[in-house]
């Protein structure tokens, strides 16, 4: 009779065991699936994903901000928007990309319903939350926390349009 109740709780443990061993890997893989891209500046993440935005960061001069240690979350601008500013200058360009950019990593979890952040050119965004959407100035986000070393990419569905009010 000892013998099968030892049998039991061994059996109990190893469910036990084997349990806490399937649910840690989940947490694993969940903490991977949104942990930061390894070894991958901002930078080096837009070299490997999108041509026009290299191509528009760097005649803007703004490559070593978003491949340096300093932390910034982008708010890149949809493709479409993109291409109406190819033939700006890099002045015109600089300030245009500077207005969709802020200081820090911001993911969506952090972007509060009525906050203004400061965006690199000084101007203010405001982060707005309707029906599940998540709208920075005006413009709703497509896919957001795309995590990088130094900071953080979020995709709009158009541009934020510049201005010289603040909140």
């Known amino acids: ?29 969940k903490v991977a699936s949104t942990s930061k891209v390894a070894n991958l500046s901002m930078g080096e993440g837009i070299a ?10 760097t005649k803007a001069g ?10 910034h979350t982008f708010f890149v601008p949809s493709a479409q928007a993109l291409t109406q500013h190819q033939n700006d200058s890099p002045d015109q360009l600089r300030a245009f990309l500077e207005q969709h ?20 050119n000084g101007n203010t965004l405001r982060v707005c939350r309707k029906k599940g959407a998540l709208l920075v100035s005006g413009v709703r986000l497509l896919q957001s926390d795309q995590l990088y070393l130094n900071g953080v990419w979020h995709q709009l569905n158009g541009a934020v349009q510049t201005s010289t009010n603040t909140f």
Not at 48 to 57: F, I, T
């Open 101 to 120: 950019m802020v200081k820090g990593s911001l993911t969506t979890e952090d972007l509060r319903d009525g906050a203004d952040i400061k965006t690199l």
């Open 1 to 29: 009779m000892l013998l099968n109740f030892t049998k039991i709780g061994m059996v109990l443990c190893l469910g036990v065991l084997l349990q806490v061993t399937g649910q840690a890997q989940s947490l694993e893989a």
């Open 48 to 57: 490997q994903k999108d041509r026009l935005l290299l191509d528009l960061v």
């Open 62 to 71: 703004l490559m070593p901000v978003l491949s340096n240690g300093e932390e």
